[in-house]
């Protein structure tokens, strides 16, 4: 995330990743979740690191490339894995006195804008629909958001967080639109919408965001969470269909005292697993 925050050059592509089986609301069959993708990635087969389009940060404790929200629990290479069964797996552990997390995506957060790495993303409009379950222990922040990867901070980066779960939290579900220019948050453009869910986060779910040219629909097992329309940038930034969006999951450990920890911190040692069963998106 830009502000804790959070593609591609050449020719952009409509894209689906789809992850393990498919059997519940939103998506009815992994052909389905394919049907109008250019392209398709599965995380079935041995266990070991996803292939591309993801990459993967290792960012050791202490060093710069541990920035911002990574710092509560430096994400290690070995905690992205396939897990054999058609699932990607983002996990956090303790590791001696400290805890390290988990990112992955089509680009690499550092804080400088646009990111140097990437590989794929995508432009208004796109839909996306992720199939998920988070950690059940408290304390941790588990998420799969947006992020402008083809704008400066000068002309403003738009965030879209499809799920930003607070593990402390159980039965809520979180998401948020923010608008950061020249590194500060535009507060007009700051939205959210919450939701009460009949099963934890710690259960199945399915994530859904329509991304169209003048708004963001976000829905949860199909559920309406809400409708984000006030898109109008400041002057002298890139309007909103001029941004390409690329993609991190995240699953760290919330800094002790902080919203995104709920002021708890993981019970144990963990570990503590984020798994994706299914993620596609479509463009267009």
Request: with cysteine; charged share 15%; proline share 6%.
């Amino acid at each position: 995330m830009v502000g804790p925050g959070r593609r591609l050059s050449g020719k952009l592509v409509a894209v689906a990743i789809v992850v393990g089986s498919v059997a519940s609301a939103g998506v009815t069959s992994r052909t389905e979740a394919a049907a109008a993708s250019t392209y398709s990635f599965a995380f079935e087969g041995a266990t070991g690191a996803p292939g591309y389009p993801w990459l993967i940060t290792d960012a050791a404790p202490d060093s710069r490339a541990c920035t911002g929200f990574m710092q509560g629990s430096c994400p290690a290479r070995n905690n992205v894995f396939r897990d054999g069964q058609g699932h990607l797996v983002l996990r956090v552990r303790r590791q001696g006195t400290r805890y390290r997390g988990a990112i992955a995506g089509t680009f690499v957060y550092t804080g400088s804008w646009p990111p140097a790495s990437k590989t794929i993303g995508w432009r208004p409009p796109f839909t996306v629909k992720l199939r998920a379950k988070m950690p059940s222990s408290p304390g941790l922040w588990s998420s799969a958001w947006y992020q402008s990867v083809n704008q400066p901070r000068a002309r403003g980066l738009f965030e879209l967080d499809q799920v930003e779960q607070r593990t402390s939290v159980p039965f809520r579900h979180n998401t948020f639109v923010h608008f950061h220019k020249a590194g500060a948050v535009v507060d007009a453009l700051d939205w959210d919408c919450f939701m009460d869910l009949s099963t934890a986060v710690s259960r199945y779910h399915v994530y859904t965001m329509v991304v169209a040219s003048a708004s963001v629909v976000f829905r949860v097992d199909n559920r309406l969470c809400g409708t984000y329309s006030n898109l109008a940038v400041p002057a002298g930034s890139a309007a909103f269909s001029q941004h390409t969006f690329g993609l991190l999951l995240q699953n760290v450990v919330g800094a002790p005292g902080s919203w995104a920890s709920g002021g708890r911190q993981p019970t144990g040692s963990g570990p503590w697993d984020m798994v994706i069963d299914w993620l596609g998106i479509t463009q267009g």
